[in-house]
């Protein structure tokens, strides 16, 4: 168009530098009203394009840790089951002595303890998830609440050394039952994780009106680039050991979402010489959220 109509210019005008600088001007004008307007919409598809391929992986992303805690949890819920069904079938079909029995007892017992625990953890998780939990705010002895949960440990899991340097008489305000998962699903993850022929060490003390809790293994510890993923949902640690290891990726997801709700702060660090190191630290007072 700035051709045609420089051409139906008559050079003999007086006028014809002024109107050629014109149509000029207006070519350099809507060029850069087109370049502006070609460079936006580009940017708003490539915007759209990160956007939805970000959404897309996440997607992709929650499907495959959805699929892989769906195959844990079969495989955690058939395992106790399966045992305690076999431990029971043995001592109905066959006559065993008083030390066979209660040894079988004791397996069955654990296997339930494990059940219950996987149980807790699935309808907690749904629970906060969907808001329907109500905290509740009541003062509780966290030295006998941990003291409690190192003992059902030790029934647990004779096998494995459970050190214990717990202060007494140590008192917050918060949920018992929320507190009580928060230091179960710690000690457990310890044990899963941490070398079998080393103890798991679990330490309560109160310094300057807050309340430190921590728990101790000596395994092969947690990569630096893994600390901050830990605490997600369905998170593991992909390395063989953690592949080994019985778990849904509910526990520490639990511990954090449980402390978070007490005003309180849950970190890992190394352990020293090996191992990983769960800090919590709890004010000695609690406001109920």
């Known amino acids: 168009m700035t051709k045609y109509e420089i051409e139906q210019l008559q050079q003999t005008d007086n006028n014809y530098t002024a109107k050629y600088k014109e149509i000029t001007d207006l070519e350099k004008r809507k060029t850069a009203q087109y370049l ?39 495989h955690e819920l058939k395992t106790p089951i399966s045992v305690a069904r076999l431990n029971l079938e043995t001592m109905q079909k066959r006559k065993l002595d ?5 040894r079988l ?13 996987l149980c807790n953890n699935m309808l907690l998780s749904s629970q906060i998830e969907a808001g ?53 699903n710690l000690i457990e993850n310890a044990i899963k994780y941490g070398a079998k022929d080393q103890p798991v060490t679990v ?12 728990v101790k ?13 830990i605490f997600n949902k369905f998170y593991r640690v992909g390395n063989s050991a953690t ?26 660090t190394d352990n020293h010489p090996t191992g990983a190191n769960f800090t919590v630290t709890l004010h000695s007072s609690v406001e109920q959220n």
Do not use: W
């Open 36 to 74: 502006g307007e070609g460079i936006t919409f580009f940017l708003l598809i490539v915007a759209g394009a990160i956007f939805v391929f970000r959404a897309v992986r996440r997607e992709l992303k929650t499907s495959r840790e959805q699929q892989n805690f769906m195959i844990a949890i079969t």
């Open 203 to 214: 330490l309560l003390r109160e310094e300057n009106e807050k309340i430190i809790l921590q």
């Open 98 to 102: 008083e030390t066979q029995q209660q």
């Open 243 to 268: 592949k080994a290891a019985k778990g849904t990726g509910l526990g520490l997801y639990l511990a954090k979402k449980i402390s978070t709700q007490h005003n309180a702060n849950i970190s890992v």
């Open 217 to 229: 293994d000596l395994g092969k510890g947690i990569a630096a680039e893994e600390k901050d993923k």
């Open 132 to 184: 329907g939990y109500r905290l509740t705010n009541e003062e509780t002895n966290i030295s006998e609440l941990v003291d409690k949960c190192v003992q059902d440990f030790k029934t647990r899991y004779p096998q494995q050394k459970i050190e214990a340097e717990i202060i007494p008489d140590i008192f917050i305000n918060g949920d018992r039952l929320l507190l009580q998962i928060l230091v179960n």
């Open 105 to 117: 007892i004791q397996n069955t017992l654990e296997e339930t303890n494990r059940l219950n625990a």
